[in-house]
């Protein structure tokens, strides 16, 4: 069984695609611990292709083409879930990327913890992949701490809705029921959301470990964190 499977929804996204299957083929993790899930959902550029050459190289990648258009991500995910084999799930977005022992940080935090998933700190780069200069969550006014529904001065915060900078033990979501709304935006909002609900062992982890992409070219560089 793998350690972890990184799921993947792809649309239009050839420009972005490789740089992500680099840095998870780049690891501190060993790559043969974790499984690539990539699902395309119609893409009209060459996204299929990447994936394919991916697949073919990597054995422990997937390509995968759903059978209809269904514009929003969360159909993609819960194919990736249904085909995932590891004991952890983690998500990413396709035109993002992971920092180089995001898997093995995450996967050593939620060892340690037994915990049903961990939400870590993240950071914004700019339309080129530069870094800006502070991560979306303060590291010294947010430590490492045990999330809960009813903290309304940490967790309230530090919990975004986005599924790619979680780490998720798959046996928790399989026996919740766990899946992301499909046919409908923020899909991940739902998925995260609920998982936070159904846990009582989930835990923020201060450290950086996935880096979101700002595609509009207008953006100013931050200089302070957000919260």
């Known amino acids: 069984m793998y350690k972890i499977t990184i799921i993947i929804?792809?649309?239009?996204?050839?420009?972005?695609?490789?740089e992500l299957c680099e840095s998870i083929c780049s690891q501190t993790?060993?790559?043969?611990?974790?499984?690539?899930?990539?699902?395309?959902?119609?893409?009209?550029?060459?996204?299929?292709k990447i994936m394919d050459e991916y697949a073919d190289k990597y054995e422990n990648f997937m390509s995968v083409k759903l059978d209809k258009n269904h514009k929003v991500a969360g159909a993609a995910r819960n194919i990736g879930l249904n085909l995932a084999k590891g004991k952890y799930l983690m998500f990413a977005d396709s035109d993002d990327f992971f920092i180089k022992d995001a898997c093995e940080f995450l996967y050593n935090?939620?060892?340690?913890?037994?915990?049903?998933?961990?939400?870590?700190?993240?950071?914004?780069?700019?339309?080129?992949?530069?870094?800006?200069?502070?991560?979306?969550?303060?590291?010294?006014?947010?430590?490492?701490?045990?999330?809960?529904?009813?903290?309304?001065?940490?967790?309230?915060?530090?919990?975004?809705s986005s599924a790619c900078n979680k780490i998720f033990r798959r046996k928790f979501v399989e026996d919740n029921k766990i899946r992301f709304l499909e046919g409908v935006p923020a899909e991940d909002a739902y998925f995260t959301t609920s998982c936070l609900?159904?846990?009582?062992?989930?835990?923020?982890?201060?450290?950086?470990?996935?880096?979101?992409?700002q595609r509009n070219k207008g953006n100013i560089r931050s200089k302070v964190c957000i919260f």
């Open 29 to 48: 993790m060993p790559l043969e611990d974790i499984q690539v899930i990539m699902v395309d959902d119609f893409s009209e550029d060459n996204s299929t």
């Open 109 to 160: 935090k939620i060892e340690e913890k037994q915990a049903d998933f961990i939400t870590a700190n993240y950071i914004n780069t700019d339309y080129d992949g530069t870094l800006w200069e502070n991560p979306i969550f303060d590291v010294n006014k947010y430590q490492d701490f045990k999330l809960s529904i009813y903290d309304y001065d940490k967790s309230f915060f530090v919990f975004c």
């Open 197 to 213: 609900m159904k846990s009582t062992n989930a835990y923020y982890a201060k450290k950086v470990m996935y880096c979101y992409r």
């Open 9 to 18: 929804p792809v649309y239009n996204a050839e420009k972005y695609l490789g």
